[in-house]
């Protein structure tokens, strides 16, 4: 991989920030949503549409384009915004989250918005579409590549482990998992409802090539997706340890906003908050 310019990450950092801003924004004129997840995502979103996904917003269906499915779906708003930025719509049509026949409903709906691979909801249904696409790409012998984000909550579902198997089996090297590995879910912490650890452990043993990062560096985490590109005997899970509420420190690590909106004066708060955070982004790359 080509060394990343400094000017790169500084950008893809400060698109990540303005990125949580347009969620708290959508967030609070919808009334309704989730809040730790998207924020906790921003680096990663953007990472993968600014760098790493080879993808065309003026041809969304680009048959070769990379696919990107997301498992858990209540977390689109932060993929809403990062393809507005990259020119998929209009930024104006942020504001329509989760209302009447808007194209960005809370869970993204792939007929719907061009550029969406799946529509998604039950959670644990993800890794399934990922691997039966990514099989359906080698068979055809298609070079694309399929990316799964997932969250870590949703590694209770049993339908996880059996697409687990199932590409282990056919070695979907083509294939890349990333998981959110926030600990938190809506009902309290991970370890506490349904002890995941040693997640990495749980993986190798079934059969897949491990990569754990910080999820919000963005060049550790270009450089394990093309970690993941040398890997040609298995498919690659990426565990990225993220912060949920990443940014607004009232939210940070709070499992209480896995599924609430923020209100206006909480809004409010945030938004200064990420303001003063861009403005440090943009002074320490100076």
């Known amino acids: 991989m080509a060394h990343l310019h400094d000017d790169e990450i500084k950008k893809m950092e400060e698109i990540a920030n303005q990125v949580r801003q347009d969620i708290i924004s959508m967030l609070v004129e919808a009334k309704s949503g989730h809040s730790a997840g998207p924020l906790g995502m921003a680096d990663i979103f953007t990472a993968m549409y600014f760098h790493i996904l080879r993808h065309d917003p003026k041809n969304p269906d680009w048959p070769e384009r990379d696919r990107l499915i997301l498992s858990n779906g209540h977390i689109v708003p932060v993929r809403y915004a990062v393809m507005a930025r990259a020119g998929y719509f209009p930024l104006e049509e942020l504001k329509t989250l989760r209302?009447?026949?808007?194209?960005?409903?809370?869970?993204?709906?792939?007929?719907?918005?061009?550029?969406?691979?799946?529509?998604?909801?039950?959670?644990?249904?993800?890794?399934?579409?990922?691997?039966?696409?990514?099989?359906?790409?080698?068979?055809?012998?298609?070079?694309?590549?399929?990316?799964?984000?997932?969250?870590?909550?949703?590694?209770?579902?049993?339908?996880?482990?059996?697409?687990?198997?199932?590409?282990?089996?056919?070695?979907?090297?083509?294939?890349?998992?990333?998981?959110?590995?926030?600990?938190?879910?809506?009902?309290?912490?991970?370890?506490?409802?349904?002890?995941?650890?040693?997640?990495?452990?749980?993986?190798?043993?079934?059969?897949?090539?491990?990569?754990?990062v910080d999820g919000h560096n963005v060049s550790q985490f270009i450089e394990a997706v093309e970690e993941a590109k040398a890997i040609f005997e298995k498919p690659t899970v990426i565990i990225a340890h993220t912060i949920p509420g990443k940014g607004v420190n009232f939210m940070e690590f709070n499992f209480e906003w896995h599924g609430k909106p923020p209100k206006p004066d909480e809004a409010k708060i945030a938004l200064e908050q990420l303001r003063t955070l861009g403005g440090k982004i943009k002074s320490e790359h100076q």
């Open 99 to 212: 209302k009447f026949g808007s194209r960005l409903q809370g869970h993204p709906e792939r007929e719907k918005l061009p550029g969406v691979e799946s529509t998604s909801g039950p959670l644990g249904s993800g890794l399934s579409q990922a691997a039966g696409i990514a099989l359906a790409a080698l068979m055809d012998k298609k070079n694309f590549r399929v990316y799964c984000l997932m969250s870590d909550g949703e590694h209770d579902a049993g339908n996880i482990w059996e697409a687990a198997m199932f590409a282990s089996k056919y070695k979907l090297h083509n294939l890349t998992g990333v998981i959110d590995r926030n600990n938190i879910q809506i009902d309290g912490y991970t370890e506490d409802i349904m002890p995941l650890e040693s997640l990495r452990a749980k993986y190798e043993s079934f059969g897949w090539h491990v990569i754990e």
